[in-house]
């Protein structure tokens, strides 16, 4: 049983539908990617997951439950987390006050996952009493994404985690990927440098004009002539 599994969603804003019947799954310690033109709906799709864009039509399930009828914030505690592109710190709070801020659903004491943060993000530990404005764009992204491992999801979400990045700090986010995944947590990301992203998921998904043109694993898409023309920008 997938731990995601969306079938014929549909989804927009106002009058305005996005999505026009999207089937997706993420399986359980999968990275999975979902690539596509500006406007065909991979964020939509995102947040339609999570909840912040309520699904007009299809079925979600996560962990074997429907919770395509759930609010957003009763998503996040069956083990869903979402990282948005912008405005994902609290930028006037610390990182340790970030962090105990994205703890804020635990019913246990935060200082052991707070540690716990700070190993798996030792750049973060050095500048734990830094406030969260004073980082840089790549530590951000890493302060954004530990907030939300605070409540040990089961899938991560991550909107565009590299946008604005420089190579060496795109680097960086991909292997911090990586390294989240080696812990169990499954991944489901949008992700504008696609090549890069195809290269460490296990699946991906081709969004065009708010339906899935594509699927197959993260290496067959990324050696595909037809999406490396039309998505990656090969000649």
Not at 157 to 177: C, H, K, N, R, Y
């Amino acid at each position: 049983m997938p731990l995601l599994d969306a079938t014929g969603v549909r989804a927009g804003y106002g009058d305005t539908e996005i999505l026009h019947g999207v089937d997706m799954r993420v399986d359980a310690g999968e990275i999975v990617t979902i690539i596509g033109p500006n406007g065909s709906g991979k964020s939509t799709m995102m947040k339609s997951i999570v909840g912040i864009v309520q699904a007009s039509a299809g079925e979600i399930s996560f962990d074997g439950r429907r919770i395509e009828a759930l609010r957003a914030d009763r998503r996040i505690p069956l083990g869903l987390c979402y990282v948005p592109q912008t405005e994902n710190v609290f930028p006037t709070l610390t990182i340790t006050e970030n962090l105990e801020m994205g703890g804020f659903l635990r019913n246990d004491k935060l200082d052991g996952r707070i540690r716990e943060m700070f190993e798996l993000f030792p750049d973060l530990a050095e500048k734990r009493n830094a406030k969260a404005a004073a980082l840089s764009g790549g530590q951000r992204q890493m302060m954004a994404v530990a907030r939300a491992l605070m409540l040990e999801p089961k899938l991560l979400l991550l909107d565009e985690p590299t946008a604005g990045l420089s190579p060496l700090l795109m680097g960086t986010v991909f292997q911090m990927i990586q390294n989240i995944n080696a812990t169990g947590v499954a991944i489901l990301m949008v992700e504008h440098n696609a090549k890069k992203a195809l290269a460490i998921s296990h699946r991906g998904y081709v969004l065009a004009m708010g339906e899935v043109r594509m699927e197959n694993t993260g290496p067959e898409l990324a050696g595909d002539p037809q999406v490396g023309r039309l998505y990656l920008g090969n000649e």
